[in-house]
T-cell receptor
Framework: KQEVTQIPAALSVPEGENLVLNCSFTDSAIYNLQWFRQDPGKGLTSLLLIQSSQREQTSGRLNASLDKSSGRSTLYIAASQPGDSATYLCAVPRANSKLTFGKGITLSVRP | DTEVTQTPKHLVMGMTNKKSLKCEQHMGHRAMYWYKQKAKKPPELMFVYSYEKLSINESVPSRFSPECPNSSLLNLHLHALQPEDSALYLC?????????????FGQGTRLTVV
C-alpha cells in the first residue's frame, strides 16, 4: 500500500528565504508525482508534475525533484514571497487510477 | 483549456433537502473524480468514473449519488445529508492514457448542512 508523508505539517519563514518542502513515499514503483497548491477554502492548483523518467521539473521560482530510489521528492521555492503562503500537497497516482495524497505542508511567508 | 468548473461555489442545505453539485471539463479527460475535504485534511476520495462508468466507490453513504451523463459532466446528487457532511467537495479529472497523466481540480463547492 502506498503511503505518502509530508513533514513538517507547518512551516513559517521570512520573506526572501529559499525553502524546500519534502514529500516521501513508500512504494518506489511510481510513474509520476504531482505537487499542488491549495489556498484556504479553494481547490487544488497543479504546480508541477514529474514523470518517473525525469529527475527535475521547473516552473518559474519552483523546482521539483524526484528520487525514486530513496522514495523522496522535494519542492524548492526560490525567494519566497507572502503570496506563496498556502498549503502544498504532493500526490502519487496508483494503478487503479486513485491518487494518494500527503497531508500537506502549510507554509506561511512573513513579510 | 485546463479548467475544471464546479457549480455552485457555495451551498447551504437543510437535512431534508435534495440538491446537486455539478462539475464540467472540456479537456477530453475520461476519468473524473469526486473528493471530500474537511478542514486541514487532505482530499478524501469518494467516487471515480472512468469512461462514464463508475469504477470506484469508496464505501460512500447512499445519501451521496454520483452521475456521469456524458464525458464532460459529472454530478453529485445530495439527499438527506447530515451536518457532518459539511465540507469542501472537489471535482477532478485526469487523462489516464496521456504521457503526463496530470490531474486537474476544480475550485470546489463549499457545502454547509444545517
Amino acid at each position: 500500500k502506498q503511503e505518502v508523508t509530508q513533514i513538517p505539517a507547518a512551516l513559517s519563514v521570512p520573506e526572501g528565504e529559499n525553502l524546500v518542502l519534502n514529500c516521501s513515499f513508500t512504494d518506489s514503483a511510481i510513474y509520476n508525482l504531482q505537487w499542488f497548491r491549495q489556498d484556504p477554502g479553494k481547490g487544488l492548483t497543479s504546480l508541477l508534475l514529474i514523470q518517473s523518467s525525469q529527475r527535475e521539473q521547473t516552473s518559474g521560482r519552483l523546482n521539483a525533484s524526484l528520487d525514486k530510489s530513496s522514495g523522496r521528492s522535494t519542492l524548492y521555492i526560490a525567494a519566497s514571497q507572502p503570496g506563496d503562503s498556502a498549503t502544498y500537497l504532493c500526490a502519487v497516482p496508483r494503478a487503479n487510477s486513485k491518487l494518494t495524497f500527503g497531508k500537506g505542508i502549510t507554509l506561511s511567508v512573513r513579510p | 483549456d485546463t479548467e475544471v468548473t464546479q457549480t455552485p461555489k457555495h451551498l447551504v442545505m437543510g437535512m431534508t433537502n435534495k440538491k446537486s453539485l455539478k462539475c464540467e471539463q472540456h479537456m477530453g479527460h475520461r476519468a473524473m473524480y469526486w473528493y471530500k475535504q474537511k478542514a486541514k485534511k487532505p482530499p478524501e476520495l469518494m467516487f471515480v468514473y472512468s469512461y462514464e462508468k463508475l469504477s470506484i466507490n469508496e464505501s460512500v453513504p447512499s445519501r451521496f449519488s454520483p452521475e456521469c451523463p456524458n464525458s464532460s459532466l459529472l454530478n453529485l446528487h445530495l439527499h438527506a445529508l447530515q451536518p457532518e457532511d459539511s465540507a469542501l467537495y472537489l471535482c477532478a479529472s485526469r487523462d489516464l492514457f496521456s504521457r503526463t497523466d496530470e490531474a486537474f481540480f476544480g475550485q470546489g463547492t463549499r457545502l454547509t448542512v444545517v
